[in-house]
């Protein structure tokens, strides 16, 4: 198996102190990976540097096995770099500006026509190759700036949070986009959004304070996620100084008349007693799910632990 990217013993400082601090990260295959962190966690910065914009302190970038530092060019060919802030000019063309970036890649001049209709294809943009890009939505442009980081169809892409700033039906038409250019793409992207990570991506890193704090599979990351609550639907709910009473139960909260959460010290068992406590005293339990808390609260829990 190739290794795409390898960050090793990475650390930035701009002036005195650390931006980020040590970070490693392996990735090897094609997938939605995600770099998650609050504002100011080092993102951006992590970002710069693997796309060989900013130079690091200290540590190794290597892409496709080409060192970002003793071989940029090169290595840089093996990258679509979407920023934060993607400077896509507004009095070009969607085809002109394509084929400028096509330009600034180094790809063949006799590549770069056919090269420009696949990424417009493949972002869902053909129809707008001589509108200017001053005229075209938020959501197209974004597509704009997505269709010139694959037009040299890179190994990987890294995207610096992609979803910001759009609206609610940009944002899904922008996650589907995503989603099927990490089909054979290995896209990184940052977000500062754990709901947004968890619904694209196959791998989860999170950084903050410029260190991560965790590294894995999402899968690992739900297994990791224990619920401490459950949520229960009853038609004929008792005073939560009745639930209460359950053993295990540590706290009560009322959602709505018949929707109730109950938080537990950790024994899962709960259910089971939540069910034969309804049965016998008429509670005419409907639903009952094991809740694994907002996923924002976890990530500030992660991030609470990983400070202490
Ligand atoms: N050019 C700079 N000069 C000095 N400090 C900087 C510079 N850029 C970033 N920093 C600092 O480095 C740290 C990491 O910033 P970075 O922009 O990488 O975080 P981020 O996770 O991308 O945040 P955001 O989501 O707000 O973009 C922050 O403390 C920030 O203030």
């Not at 089909?183 to 500062?192: I, R």
């Not at 739900?222 to 639907?233: G, I, K, M, T």
């Not at 049965?279 to 992660?302: A, S, T, Y």
């Amino acid at each position: 198996m190739s290794t795409i990217l390898k960050i090793e013993g990475l650390s930035h400082r701009y002036s005195s102190a650390w931006a980020i601090r040590d970070i490693n990260l392996e990735i090897n295959q094609a997938g939605v990976v995600g770099l998650l962190g609050s504002n100011g966690a080092g993102k951006s910065t992590t970002m710069n540097i693997l796309c060989g914009v900013l130079n690091q302190t200290e540590g190794q970038v290597t892409v496709n096995g080409i060192n970002m530092r003793e071989n940029p060019e090169e290595a840089k060919k093996n990258i679509g770099f979407l920023p934060q802030n993607p400077p896509v000019y507004t009095d070009l063309t969607v085809d002109e500006y394509l084929a400028y970036c096509a330009q600034l890649r180094r790809m063949e001049k006799g590549k770069i026509k056919q090269a420009v209709e696949e990424a417009k294809e493949r972002c869902g943009i053909a129809h707008f190759s001589t509108r200017l890009i001053g005229n075209l939505s938020g959501g197209y442009r974004q597509r704009v700036g997505i269709a010139q980081a694959i037009i040299h169809k890179p190994k990987l892409v890294v995207m610096d949070e992609p979803t910001n700033g759009l609206d609610p039906n940009q944002l899904i038409e922008a996650r589907k986009l995503i989603r099927e250019i990490g089909q054979d793409h290995t896209v990184l992207l940052s977000s500062h959004i754990l709901s947004e990570v968890h619904l694209l991506c196959r791998e989860i890193v999170m950084i903050e304070g410029g260190r991560v704090i965790f590294s894995d599979s999402m899968d690992a990351f739900n297994n990791y996620v224990q619920p401490h609550s459950v949520l229960a639907r009853m038609e004929n709910p008792p005073s939560a100084t009745e639930l209460m009473k359950i053993p295990g139960a540590t706290k009560v909260e009322f959602l709505s008349d018949r929707q109730i959460r109950i938080y537990f010290d950790g024994d899962q068992d709960i259910t089971e007693r939540i069910i034969s406590a309804s049965v016998q005293q008429g509670w005419r339990l409907r639903e009952i799910n094991l809740d694994k808390g907002l996923l924002d609260d976890i990530f500030k829990q992660l991030s609470i632990q990983s400070l202490q």
